[in-house]
């Protein structure tokens, strides 16, 4: 089965045709999608296509309003295919040609008399959601293993379909998609280090599991939302959140990762507010974000606490964060014969430096830490995560009357305290180093015969 899905207009009927007219598509089933009414219905014949308005749940309700996460349908849908074909066009172009249709789907001859409400379709892609809608797509295809082709039916730029990369998929969304089409849409190469966060999410790479974190953790609205993305590393959260329409402000203090997400940004011409500092270095207000992400951060923290009171000051909405379980195969090597540590319980547990983390947590310990220890959120989502033994917490409902100047200082006191104890550190391994060089040893009878001096006879 062949999956052929876009929003309205955007030529589906119009690319099923040309498969008709091909030599091996004269035999060709169409199935539209709204009539496959559960699983067991699916076709799945070498000579099915399904059709999918990829908007069609979108139609009755509002403009900013309709699901941006993929649906069961469409899941199972992209499961039973063999080939999945993503149809778009620039919005404007949609627009255009919603507003000249008067019939429903003129490929069919039984349906060709439906009439067809371009009113309703064009407040459907006037949505602030539709870049949203496409990215979501496009992450589901990232992590699911069947062949999947993006193409541009633009015809008054290009001559046939154009092939459109994955990542300029949900800019056609976007205000400068028909600069797109006049491009050319040009195919953008990634140049990542294998295991790096990005190893899996490149052009023709599937099963990505950053791609599956993504599509769970990013369902809040982010049009014209302020998102800050800390530990960004190579930068796939906050690219992902910028092709959602998010206004995206990424921090990474590792150099060589920090370098390879402004790499990354610049080769897909993404406009995201990049910068080289850890959380306790960011000077920024009280709420000065709509979203904070923290994914797979937090373990490494030394003072955790003081990075979630930071990191819920800087959100006025939602606070998602990923990290590790009391179930984590590396803190589960560090103790001696413990058995199954509940994780419906509020515990913490210190992990040690050697296993490249701090701390780790059940979400009871987080969701009572953020809702009633500091009462800065009022709504707690967990989420099992894709890598396994972890958690996805999304944090939403922020208190406006939650105790913020009392966090910060609570934090800067923390921090100061922090401060204090690795210049102590500091000063006791200097000391150390200099009782046990080769200079203080020579020194010794000299230091001992000053004493002798000093004694009272």
Not at 193 to 201: F, I, K, T
Not at 212 to 237: N, S, W, Y
Not at 322 to 351: C, H, N, V, W
Not at 388 to 399: A, G, I, Y
Request: proline share 5%; charged share 25%; hydrophobic share 40%.
């Amino acid at each position: 089965m062949r999956l052929v899905i876009g929003p309205t207009s955007a030529g589906k009927s119009t690319f099923v045709e040309r498969m008709r007219d091909s030599a091996s598509g004269g035999d060709l089933r169409l199935h539209f999608a709204y009539e496959i009414k559960d699983r067991s219905a699916i076709p799945t014949g070498v000579d099915d296509v399904v059709h999918f308005n990829l908007l069609h749940s979108a139609q009755d309700r509002p403009a900013d309003a309709g699901r941006a996460t993929v649906s069961p349908m469409v899941a199972r849908l992209i499961d039973a295919a063999d080939e999945v074909v993503v149809l778009a066009a620039p919005r404007p172009v949609l627009l255009r040609r919603a507003s000249q249709r008067s019939g429903d789907e003129p490929v069919e001859a039984g349906r060709a008399g439906r009439p067809y409400n371009a009113d309703r379709w064009a407040r459907a892609l006037e949505g602030r959601r539709l870049a949203q809608v496409y990215e979501h797509l496009a992450l589901h295809l990232d992590h699911s293993t069947t062949p999947v082709r993006y193409l541009c039916s633009n015809g008054d730029v290009h001559d046939d379909f154009a092939t459109l990369s994955r990542w300029d998929y949900p800019r056609l969304a976007g205000a400068d998609s028909e600069q797109l089409c006049r491009e050319g849409h040009p195919t953008q190469v990634l140049e990542v280090r294998q295991g790096s966060y990005q190893a899996d999410y490149r052009e023709g790479a599937a099963g990505s599991a950053r791609s599956t974190t993504l599509e769970l953790a990013l369902q809040m609205p982010l049009a014209g939302k302020r998102v800050l993305d800390i530990g960004c590393a190579e930068g796939a959260a906050a690219l992902s959140a910028h092709r959602m329409g998010a206004k995206v402000t990424a921090i990474e203090p590792w150099g060589r990762r920090f370098e390879e997400a402004c790499t990354i940004a610049k080769t897909l011409d993404a406009s995201i507010d990049l910068r080289n500092v850890a959380l306790e270095d960011l000077r920024s207000r009280s709420g000065a974000f709509d979203v904070v992400l923290a994914l797979n951060v937090i373990h490494h923290s030394r003072d955790p606490l003081a990075f979630l009171d930071r990191a819920a000051d800087l959100t006025s909405s939602h606070l998602v964060l990923e990290y590790p379980g009391l179930a984590d195969r590396k803190f589960r090597s560090t103790l001696d014969g413990a058995g199954e540590l509940p994780e419906d319980q509020p515990l913490i547990g210190l992990s040690t430096r050697r296993k490249d983390q701090t701390f780790v947590f059940s979400p009871a310990s987080l969701e009572r830490y953020l809702l009633d220890t500091v009462r800065a959120f009022g709504h707690h989502q967990l989420i099992p995560s894709p890598i396994p033994n972890r958690w996805l917490s999304v944090f939403s409902k922020k208190r406006k009357g939650a105790p913020q100047g009392a966090m910060n200082e609570l934090a800067r006191l923390r921090r100061a305290v922090a401060a204090r104890d690795a210049t102590i550190a500091q000063l006791e391994g200097d000391l150390h180093d200099l009782r046990t060089s080769r200079s203080w040893r020579l020194t010794e009878p000299l230091r001992q015969a000053r004493a002798r001096l000093r004694r009272p006879s």
